[in-house]
């Protein structure tokens, strides 16, 4: 366990104070690309999985079941940037919960990689492999 950030009112901040999400409903988006990240669940931050990601110091933490994709919220109007808070006392470390914690990190969940791009189609009418390797003429 280890301190990874702080969550200001709707505003998640990581440990340097840089705001990197925002709560909306029991929603959080990403602050640069609006991209739904989890749920909030109580003081657990969660991923798309329902697994917990972080949770707030002093309240026990719980994962929730994975969402239906037709509860996922819309994208909701990005609110403005929040003025940076004052550096907050770190906290202590509480117990781990059990068979709850997402396989994701705190960077993963915030940064997930690019979808991977549909492979290159050969062009119509030609009637030559895509690969000529190993022919011979």
Excluded: Y
């Excluded at 990601?53 to 940037?81: D, I, N, T, Y």
């Excluded at 907050?88 to 470390?93: A, H, S, Y």
């Amino acid at each position: 366990m280890r301190h990874v950030g702080w969550l200001d009112g709707d505003h998640v901040f990581d440990c340097d104070i840089v705001w990197r999400a925002f709560v909306c409903g029991e929603h959080l988006f990403c602050a640069v690309s609006n991209e739904w990240r989890g749920s909030r669940h109580g003081s657990a931050l969660l991923d798309a999985s329902g697994l917990i990601v972080a949770w707030r110091e002093g309240e026990p933490p719980r994962a929730r079941r994975r969402q239906s994709p037709a509860a996922l919220p819309a994208m909701p109007m990005r609110p403005f940037r929040p003025k940076r808070p004052i550096d907050p006392r770190r906290p202590l470390f509480p117990k781990t919960p059990l068979e709850e914690w997402s396989p994701l990190s705190w960077q993963q969940w915030l940064f997930p990689p690019p979808l991977p791009s549909e492979p290159d189609e050969p062009p119509a009418g030609t009637d030559e492999p895509a690969n000529n390797a190993g022919t011979s003429g």
